[in-house]
């Protein structure tokens, strides 16, 4: 007993599914660049960080989570003292206070779906 | 509730009715306050001295110490959109009730879950507090809701040896910060806060000014929950004035409830009925 699928239904699946994950990309993709535009300002503009740190963050894909942060060992030090200060700075925080960009990332991201269809 | 109550009230006690921020300040310096590092007979025990932000260069520099420093005040979205309704169900404000029975000069004693009797909740109102949802039977005060807010402190110990470091290590992690939750006593309102340990870090490795020393820094990021009022009372006057309109009982007519009394009536004496003698 079986059943046959047309083979035009079959291209018309997978080209909807290519949409979606197209569209999934994207805005994943949207996220990133929210994420990491909205911390650099901060930074650029923070006394601590400055426009030649803020250049240097950047976003990235590891063990299925992303990060944010400065890769490479070149800035750390410097990033280190401008997040958590020292006897001189006070601490930024500015890693750690990302809920509203987050919160800002995922709408655009959302609404990016939206727009294609695929949510 | 702020700004100047007048005149049926008292003007606000800026020194004593703490606010907003200086209320849990004030709450999380005294969490972490109190450590006394156990010393050998032959030395001193101090007290582990407590500092907002780095303490002056002008003060005696003692180690180990602790640092509060303020990072964010951020909307708590999962809490402002929740279906969480604190006029009938304020967990957050669970009260505690204090023994009052206390030396002057002496902290109050916690001795157990009760009504809440202080001041803050977040009004700065010397008068009596406002009620969420009803109103203030005696004052006639009611505050429709709170936005929650989070608060994120950083909390750093500095020492200058593994064994103070080591030593405060377990009593943060033990005692100051356990595992979730953590609760902390505010004493401007007489609330538990729920607080969270968002993240630890060790800073050791951190170069600082102070070359000839090791330095055993300690990061801990916390959040608080707070509230801050959608509400703001800027002035509550007594009424001078009372105008009531007198109507016919069986006439439909009536001014519209909020209308000018000073301006000129529409519902006029002819429509009254007349009088009817007595049977």
């Known amino acids: 007993m079986g059943f046959e699928i047309p083979s035009h239904a079959v291209d018309a699946l997978?080209?909807?599914?290519?949409?979606?994950?197209?569209?999934?990309?994207?805005?994943?993709?949207?996220?990133?660049?929210?994420?990491?535009?909205?911390?650099?300002?901060?930074?650029?503009?923070?006394?601590?960080?400055?426009?030649?740190?803020a250049a240097q963050i950047d976003t990235w894909d590891e063990n299925d989570r992303t990060w944010i942060g400065i890769r490479g060992a070149g800035f750390e030090s410097q990033a280190f003292a401008a997040e958590y200060g020292d006897e001189k700075r006070a601490p930024s925080g500015l890693m750690r206070t990302l809920d509203n960009t987050m919160n800002l990332a995922a709408q655009r991201a959302q609404q990016h779906l939206a727009s294609r269809g695929a949510f | 509730m702020t700004?100047?109550?007048?005149?049926?009230?008292?003007?606000?006690?800026?020194?004593?009715?703490?606010?907003?921020?200086?209320?849990?300040?004030?709450?999380?310096?005294?969490h972490v306050s109190g450590l006394t590092i156990p010393r050998p007979r032959s030395l001193p025990s101090n007290e582990v001295p407590v500092w907002y932000r780095w303490p002056d260069g002008e003060r005696a520099q003692q180690y180990p110490f602790i640092t509060i420093d303020l990072l964010?005040?951020?909307?708590?979205?999962?809490?402002?959109?929740?279906?969480?309704?604190?006029?009938?169900?304020?967990?957050?404000?669970?009260?505690?009730?204090?023994?009052?029975?206390?030396?002057?000069?002496?902290?109050?004693?916690?001795?157990?879950?009760?009504?809440?009797?202080?001041?803050?909740?977040?009004?700065?109102?010397?008068?009596?507090?406002?009620?969420?949802?009803?109103?203030?039977?005696?004052?006639?005060?009611?505050?429709?809701?709170?936005?929650?807010?989070?608060?994120?402190?950083?909390?750093?110990?500095?020492?200058?040896?593994?064994?103070?470091?080591?030593?405060?290590?377990?009593?943060?992690?033990?005692?100051v910060f356990p595992p979730n939750p953590v609760w902390l006593s505010v004493d401007a309102d007489k609330t538990w806060r729920r607080m969270e340990r968002l993240s630890f870090t060790n800073a050791d490795t951190q170069e600082t000014t102070e070359t000839d020393k090791r330095h055993f820094r300690k990061i801990y990021t916390i959040s608080i929950e707070a509230e801050v009022p959608v509400d703001t009372t800027v002035e509550v006057v007594r009424a001078s004035r009372v105008h009531v309109d007198l109507y016919d009982r069986t006439h439909e007519a009536r001014e519209a409830v909020d209308h000018d009394s000073s301006s000129e009536h529409h519902i006029a004496i002819g429509e009254f009925t007349e009088p009817q003698p007595a049977p």
Do not use: C
């Open chain 1, 14 to 53: 997978e080209q909807h599914m290519l949409l979606h994950a197209q569209a999934a990309h994207d805005a994943t993709v949207l996220a990133h660049r929210s994420v990491l535009d909205d911390v650099r300002e901060a930074a650029a503009a923070h006394p601590s960080w400055g426009p030649e740190l």
């Open chain 2, 3 to 30: 700004a100047g109550v007048t005149p049926s009230v008292a003007e606000i006690e800026t020194i004593g009715s703490v606010g907003f921020i200086l209320a849990e300040e004030a709450a999380l310096k005294r």
């Open chain 2, 72 to 175: 964010d005040i951020t909307p708590d979205i999962e809490r402002q959109t929740s279906v969480w309704d604190l006029g009938t169900d304020p967990s957050v404000f669970e009260g505690t009730l204090y023994d009052t029975d206390v030396a002057p000069g002496q902290q109050p004693v916690v001795v157990g879950a009760g009504q809440r009797v202080g001041q803050y909740f977040p009004s700065v109102s010397s008068d009596s507090m406002p009620e969420i949802g009803a109103e203030n039977p005696t004052t006639g005060y009611r505050v429709e809701n709170y936005k929650p807010v989070k608060l994120v402190y950083q909390i750093t110990h500095h020492a200058t040896s593994a064994q103070d470091d080591r030593w405060l290590m377990a009593k943060f992690i033990i005692d």
